[in-house]
C-alpha cells in the first residue's frame, strides 16, 4: 500500500500539469494553517465544556470524558506545530499554550520532593491564596485566567515556571505521572474535584477554580491565533505578501521542527538521559500521538493537504509541485523521506497503543524501544537533508535550521 501511494506522489510530481507559482504555494500554506488552528479552537472549545461538566458533577465518568477531548484536541493542535520556527506570530505566542516541561508543583501539590533552583517549584498556587513574587505580594484567592496568563505563567522570568496551555491542563487531569519507565500514567481521582467534605488533595473548590481558568484561557489564545490567520489576519499576510518569505517560512518550519525540536530536544534528548520527565506528554502518556501528529503536519505543509477534524480537506498548489519544477527528482526524494518518517512514528505509535508506552521505551536497556525511537529519530534527521537541499533547490537563501546537542554535540549533554 506504502509503495502505491509513493507511486502516485512520483507521478503527480512529474506531472507539469501540477506546477504551481510561489504566490499559489503560500496561500494554500495559511489556508493550511488557519485550517489546522480553527479545528485546534473547536476541540478546545469541546474540551472547554468536557472540563465545566466535570467541575459540575465530578465523576469517573466526567473526568475520564475531559482527558478523551484534551486527548482529541491534542491531534489538530501537533499538526499546527510546523507553524512555528518561520513565523513569529507564532513564535511569540507557542509558549502560552505548548510549553514543556514544567514545574507543575507551582500549580498544585506534587509527591514529596526537595526545591531545587527553581524557588516557585513547589508554590501550589491551588493551596496558597496569597503570595509573594518578586518582592510583591500576589492575591490570587481569585483565580482567573488574567492571573495565570500575566501572574503565573513563567514567573520570575523562569520557563519551567508553566502554569497555561495543553500541559498544565494535562498535569491538573492526570496528576503526574509517578511510574518512571514503568506502566502507567497519572492517576488524579476524580475527587480531587469534589465540592464535597470527600475532597481529596485539599482545595478542591480551587483546582476546579483552575482547571476552567486555563481551559477558558487556552480557547481565548487559539481564538486569537486562528485570528491571525484568517483574510486579514497578520500571519497570513505575513506570508503571501512577500511569496519567497512565505516559502522561507513553511521551510524553516519544517527544518526546525524535524531536527531540533523532534528529532533533538524531544526524542535523541530523552533517549540519551533515561528520562520519562523529557517525553512531552509526560502526565498523560501521550507523547506517542505528539510525536506521530507533529510528523503528520509536516507532511500536510509540503503535499499543501490537510484532513479536517470533520473529514474535509483542505488542499492546494503544494511546496511538492514547486520544488518539482526545479528538481523532480529530489521532490520524489522529499515525499518519501517524509512517508519514511511518518511511517517510522506510526512504528511508535502503534507499539504504544499496544502496551508500550514511550516512557517505557525510554528505560535503559530497552532494545525494542531504542529501536522505536532511533527509528524515528533517524528518519526525522533524513528528511532534514532533504529540506535543505529543497531550499537550495528553489534558490532561496540558506536557513539555519533549529539545532540541539543531542544530536549536534551528545558530550555535552551529560557535563
Not at 156 to 178: C, M, P, R
Not at 339 to 355: H, N, Q
Not at 364 to 371: I, W
Request: aromatic share 6%; net charge negative.
Amino acid at each position: 500500500m506504502r509503495f502505491a501511494s509513493l507511486l502516485l506522489v512520483t507521478t503527480a510530481l512529474a506531472t507539469p500539469a501540477f506546477t504551481a507559482t510561489p504566490q499559489e504555494v503560500t496561500q494554500t500554506y495559511a489556508n493550511i494553517a488557519l485550517a489546522t488552528y480553527q479545528d485546534s479552537l473547536i476541540t478546545a472549545q469541546a474540551l472547554q465544556t468536557a472540563i465545566a461538566d466535570l467541575i459540575a458533577a465530578p465523576s469517573d465518568d466526567t473526568l475520564t470524558a475531559a482527558r478523551t477531548a484534551w486527548l482529541a484536541a491534542r491531534v489538530p493542535y501537533q499538526q499546527s506545530e510546523v507553524f512555528r520556527f518561520g513565523n513569529p506570530i507564532v513564535d511569540d505566542w507557542e509558549g502560552r499554550v505548548n510549553a514543556w516541561p514544567l514545574d507543575e508543583g507551582l500549580i498544585d501539590y506534587v509527591a514529596p520532593a526537595e526545591a531545587g533552583e527553581n524557588a516557585l517549584a513547589l508554590l501550589n498556587v491551588i493551596a496558597t491564596p496569597t503570595f509573594v513574587l518578586s518582592g510583591t505580594e500576589i492575591d490570587a484567592t481569585t483565580i482567573t485566567p488574567a492571573l495565570i496568563a500575566t501572574t503565573l505563567h513563567e514567573a520570575d522570568g523562569i520557563e519551567a515556571n508553566v502554569a497555561s496551555g495543553y500541559h498544565a491542563i494535562e498535569f491538573l487531569l492526570w496528576g503526574q505521572d509517578l511510574n518512571g519507565t514503568g506502566p502507567g500514567a497519572g492517576s488524579r481521582p476524580h475527587t480531587d474535584f469534589l465540592q464535597t467534605d470527600a475532597c481529596t488533595g485539599g482545595n478542591c473548590d480551587r483546582r476546579a477554580a483552575y482547571l476552567q481558568a486555563a481551559a477558558d484561557l487556552l480557547v481565548a489564545d487559539l481564538e486569537e491565533m486562528a485570528g491571525n490567520w484568517s483574510d486579514t489576519g497578520p500571519a497570513r499576510a505575513a506570508v503571501t505578501t512577500d511569496p519567497t518569505a512565505g516559502l522561507l517560512a513553511a521551510l524553516t518550519g519544517m527544518g526546525s521542527l524535524s531536527y531540533g525540536e523532534m528529532a533533538g530536544q524531544r526524542m535523541k534528548l530523552g533517549l540519551l538521559l533515561n528520562d520519562p520527565e523529557e517525553e512531552h506528554d509526560c502526565f498523560s502518556d501521550n507523547t506517542h500521538n505528539s510525536h506521530y501528529y507533529d510528523s503528520l503536519g509536516i507532511q500536510n505543509v509540503y503535499l499543501g493537504r490537510y484532513t479536517r477534524i470533520d473529514g474535509s480537506v483542505v488542499e492546494g498548489a503544494a511546496l511538492a509541485d514547486l520544488i518539482a519544477t526545479a528538481d523532480v527528482g529530489l521532490a520524489a526524494q522529499l515525499a518519501a523521506d517524509l512517508d519514511t518518517t511518518v511511517a517510522a512514528l506510526g512504528a511508535v505509535k502503534t507499539a504504544a497503543e499496544g502496551g508500550l508506552a514511550y516512557d517505557q521505551m525510554l528505560a535503559p536497556g530497552n532494545a525494542e524501544g531504542e529501536a522505536l525511537i532511533m527509528g524515528g529519530v533517524n528518519a526525522l534527521v533524513a528528511q532534514t537533508a532533504s529540506i535543505d537541499r529543497a531550499v537550495t533547490a528553489l534558490g532561496l537563501s540558506k536557513i539555519s535550521f533549529e539545532g540541539s546537542d543531542s544530536l549536534d554535540n551528545p558530550n555535552a549533554i551529560f557535563q
